[in-house]
């Protein structure tokens, strides 16, 4: 693409590329010289250009501009970065159905589960915590809401791929750094917000107004799906142009989940839904992922499809690896992987296992909290397990460059009627919590859900996961007793 293609006033010179980030080669590409929290593209520009820039697309005055390249001074560079690769990859989210979800808990398991219904008609990719996932193709990805223009270049590539849909996930930290500029969203789905991410944002309000920012955003054109039993369900879609549909359990919605019966092993339910009703079994398990359900159900509706198409589909729903994943190998009792990491979503996984926990038995958690990040939830993390738990093992979970043994210790204030463990190592800790259990105890192993890493001090250090830690470890139990 020529840059006069982009700019109308720019030399006719050939752009192959997009580019940010100044260490990366990059022939013949266009550098965008973006603020962020800890550097300035500004004072890369000279390194970018050795790595093959060409233009330099900038807002401050104060830059050296005696290197062989164009430059384009612009009042936003972010928002210019936005409009330039939306012409660059010919705007890849208006050939597609973009759904955006948003809240505090729920966004994977919303996309997964939406992902696979409209995967029985069209094919579905995928954007979020757990990469780049369509056309049995996947990548790995670092943040859960990408930059543009590896979001415009993905959605291209699905475009290529005939893809109809994509499911993204949308973190209140991607709406606030601009990462979803210039990207048309035919529906926005809101699920919840509880307490997170107040490091970043700094209170609840200003991370209520990063989401609604999103929905403010909408235009006539599109859909906005709120739950409607969540505090902020309504505030939140209160000035959207776009045509607003709810989903709920405890008030009257447009897709209602009434006579709900949650069992151990998944649920039923009525749905009332476009002047229908229909019976519901899934395999779902637990109250919040009912709420999951009904957004994912919604989402699949509102894009014109017919939902007794998709019924047979929800008996057996894939399992989400992470999320809520139940580790099986024959073993007397139960083990819950689960990502959960914050007060809202431990509390959710504690209420469920309390409501199928067998009388006489035991629900034992292992968990711990992010080093560096939000320390204000550590003694509400505390407070949860002590209320719920009977015995706690606390660990590391992403510790950075802080003491897991201080991090655990701020958990154990909130702690004055259970048990804890201190275990820093999670294998051992996870391990030993298993070695106690007795028949019908409940183990919940809560933090990390699939991830297959640890932030340590010196950066990310690989981990096998939560699940194969505990499923090695109950093999090699329960070898032994055949012994």
């Not at 093959?52 to 430059?71: N, T």
Request: with cysteine.
């Amino acid at each position: 693409m020529k840059l006069n293609e982009i700019f109308k006033k720019a030399p006719e010179i050939e752009i192959e590329s997009i580019s940010f980030d100044s260490r990366k080669k990059m022939k013949n590409s266009l550098f965008f010289c973006i603020k962020g929290i800890k550097n300035d593209g500004h004072k890369h520009i000279k390194e970018a250009v050795s790595n093959g820039a060409v233009a330099i697309c900038f807002s401050d005055d104060d830059i050296d501009k005696s290197l062989k390249a164009v430059y384009i001074k612009v009042n936003d560079v972010v928002k210019t970065l936005g409009r330039v690769s939306n012409i660059f990859y010919n705007y890849p989210s208006f050939n597609l159905n973009l759904v955006g979800i948003t809240g505090t808990n729920g966004k994977t398991s919303v996309s997964i589960i939406a992902k696979e219904l409209l995967d029985k008609d069209y094919k579905a990719g995928y954007i979020g915590t757990l990469g780049i996932i369509y056309d049995e193709i996947y990548f790995s990805q670092h943040y859960t809401t990408p930059d543009i223009n590896s979001s415009n270049y993905y959605l291209s590539k699905m475009n290529e791929k005939s893809c109809k849909y994509c499911l993204m996930e949308v973190s209140s930290i991607g709406i606030a750094a601009k990462r979803i500029e210039g990207l048309n969203f035919k529906i926005a789905a809101y699920t919840n917000l509880t307490h997170d991410h107040l490091d970043y944002h700094g209170s609840m309000k200003e991370y209520f107004n990063a989401k609604k920012l999103f929905f403010d955003s909408l235009n006539y054109l599109s859909i906005a799906i709120t739950n409607i039993d969540d505090e902020y369900g309504s505030e939140i879609v209160k000035d959207c142009k776009a045509k607003i549909v709810t989903y709920g359990i405890e008030k009257d919605a447009d897709y209602q989940a009434i006579d709900l019966k949650i069992k151990a092993n998944g649920s039923e339910f009525i749905l009332k839904a476009k002047n229908k009703s229909y019976k519901i079994y899934t395999n779902l398990m637990a109250r919040y992922n009912i709420y999951n359900l009904l957004c994912a159900i919604a989402i699949y509706a509102e894009l014109g499809n017919d939902i007794e198409r998709i019924l047979p589909k929800l008996n057996n729903i894939s399992q989400i690896k992470g999320r809520m994943q139940s580790v099986e190998v024959g073993q007397p009792f139960k083990v819950i992987v689960d990502f959960a990491h914050t007060p809202d979503g431990l509390t959710k996984v504690f209420e469920f296992a309390s409501s199928i926990v067998e009388k006489g038995s035991r629900i034992v958690t292992v968990f711990g909290s992010a080093g560096r990040r939000d320390s204000l939830k550590r003694k509400m993390f505390g407070q949860i397990a002590d209320k719920y738990a009977d015995l706690i093992y606390l660990t590391e979970d992403d510790p950075r460059d802080e003491s897991i043994i201080d991090i655990a210790k701020e958990i154990e204030a909130g702690i004055s009627k259970k048990t804890s463990i201190i275990i820093e190592d999670r294998k051992e800790a996870i391990e030993s919590a298993i070695s106690i259990l007795g028949k019908n105890d409940i183990l919940l192993i809560l933090g990390k859900g699939d991830e297959k890493f640890l932030y340590k001090e010196f950066g990310k250090e690989y981990y096998e996961g939560d699940d194969i830690v505990a499923k090695n470890y109950i093999k090699k139990l329960l070898s032994e007793v055949e012994r």
